[in-house]
């Protein structure tokens, strides 16, 4: 059954209510489109009753301000009464493309920046809405997730402060480290995995794959993404293997030990397409490197699967290696900025998680079960089927 014939089976918390901050209003665009689509279409007995007011339609995004003054301070303002709504937030701690003015001076807005517009949202509209839900793909401080000597452990922090002020549900994606929820264990947290949407791309743009155990592979680009990989591994039936990183421990570059060499464990990957999954693509040197190391060992094709694509140094590199033939194809999501140049790139595939997202607030508006949404083996296996159908 598709999902926009599904039939109501609760009434929703309350009217819904959308706030894509700037940083994420393209994104909040389409998935308001798809709210509105399936709200129109769904049939139920009762839609009529007031339990149902507002329940459908011509857009649910409300407008959220966040001016600045010349100083650099801001405030947070929101352009209609959200009384008694069921609000989601979404915002975009990564993209770097918003600017402000300071005492002249024109400003990047940093994840610090971003965090701050989120609180000051939060705030406008506190004890009026029945329920606030934040949507933050990528994890605030996320990878600063644990504490090693005297340091901060400023993703813990991050979480509580938002359940002090009333958040009740953190919807995030691809958790640098899931365990960082332990610190709001009363309140609702979910790091989804977009391991179908990888799928249904990848398999989209190419058409010559054998998806068994002989041509295909699962490779981690280290120890720390190891859960991810066998997940995907056995979601798809295929073998993994895991480099890990051999550093020189008496140096530091650059704040940190040099990798020496990527040591890899696995069985052959000579002849056999090749998946290099992990959470992100910050400057993508250990990822170029594990797929110059693939090469090396006669992978037929190597594709690079991240979540979140930041590309912090550049794209220079990366098309060094494609034009060399070192990778096939980048697969990231657009949860984060994306810039045009990436989406123009002949090698990259932009992977849309709007409809995703639209299908969590809808089941949490209405108070439903996300398991199924979170365990998409079904949905993977109909598309494994299709696609070998096709062959």
């Not at 090698?347 to 809808?362: F, G, P, Q, R």
């Amino acid at each position: 059954m598709l999902y926009e014939e599904k039939i109501i089976e609760t009434i929703p918390v309350g009217p819904l209510g959308l706030i894509p901050l700037r940083s994420c209003w393209e994104l909040g665009k389409k998935v308001d489109q798809y709210l509105v689509s399936w709200r129109k279409e769904r049939e139920s007995e009762h839609k009529s009753t007031i339990a149902f007011a507002g329940y459908q339609r011509d857009s649910y995004i409300i407008e959220a301000k966040t001016p600045r003054f010349g100083s650099g301070e801001g405030k947070g303002a929101l352009t209609e009464s959200v009384r008694g709504d069921d609000l989601y937030i979404m915002v975009d701690v990564c993209n770097y493309s918003l600017t402000y003015s300071l005492c002249g001076t024109e400003n990047r807005m940093s994840p610090d920046d971003h965090f701050q517009d989120l609180k000051r949202v939060i705030a406008a509209a506190a004890g009026k809405a029945r329920r606030i839900n934040v949507i933050m793909p990528f994890l605030y401080e996320s990878r600063q997730h644990k504490r090693s000597g005297r340091e901060s452990l400023d993703c813990a922090l991050a979480l509580e402060e938002l359940v002090r002020m009333g958040v009740e549900n953190i919807i995030t994606f691809d958790a640098h480290d899931p365990r960082v929820q332990n610190a709001i264990p009363l309140k609702g947290f979910e790091t989804v995995q977009p391991i179908y949407q990888f799928i249904k791309h990848l398999l989209k743009h190419e058409k010559e794959l054998s998806i068994d155990s002989n041509h295909m592979m699962v490779i981690s680009p280290d120890e720390g993404g190891m859960g991810r990989a066998v997940y995907f591994a056995n979601v798809l039936g295929l073998d993994m293997g895991m480099f890990y990183k051999r550093r020189d421990y008496t140096k530091i570059v650059n704040g940190r030990n040099p990798i020496v060499a990527h040591e890899f464990l696995g069985s052959d990957v000579a002849g056999k397409d090749v998946l290099i999954i992990d959470d992100m693509i910050s400057s993508g040197e250990s990822m170029l490197d594990v797929a110059k190391e693939l090469k090396d060992r006669k992978a037929r094709k190597v594709f690079i699967c991240a979540t979140f694509g930041l590309f912090t140094n550049g794209l220079a590199k990366f098309d060094e290696y494609y034009e060399a033939g070192l990778i096939d194809r980048i697969l990231t999501t657009n949860l984060v900025y994306q810039t045009e140049e990436l989406l123009s790139k002949p090698y990259y595939i932009n992977v849309d998680m709007s409809k995703y997202i639209a299908l969590i607030i809808d089941n949490l508006n209405h108070d439903a079960s996300l398991s199924e949404l979170l365990n998409p083996t079904k949905r993977i296996n109909r598309c494994l089927e299709k696609y070998r159908k096709q062959e």
